[in-house]
């Protein structure tokens, strides 16, 4: 696989774990970062196939403002990633998911390797 991913998490053993996995998976990283307002500026210059987001960031934007951004802008697909979340925000992520069909789709952590794995192909690939 040559797929590309970002991954915006602000927690960074976090991130180190989803890099890990998505390694053993076959996936590129492509970067580690911790808002979105820095998701929105890589995929400016940088070819992503992929967004991996959490909901909760670090920054002025959470992750569902970002991922619309990055949506309207490049259409890159985008899966969030939440622990918690207050029910707004959810709702916020669960019309975003609807809006764009399976452009999105949500992944409750703590999550299981396999779980990811297949929520990005179905994601990517139709899998």
Known sequence: MDDKILVVEDEIITAEHIKLALKNQGYQVVSLLISGEEAINKVEDTEVDLVLMDINLKGEMDGVEAAEEIWNSHSIPVIFL??????????RAKIT???????????????????????????????
Do not use: C, M, R, W
């Open 82 to 91: 939440t622990a918690y979340s207050d029910e707004k925000t959810l709702q």
């Open 97 to 127: 998911e609807t809006s764009v069909k399976k452009s999105f789709g949500v992944l409750n952590k703590p999550f299981k390797e396999e779980d990811l794995h297949s929520l990005i192909e179905k994601t990517l690939h139709g899998k």
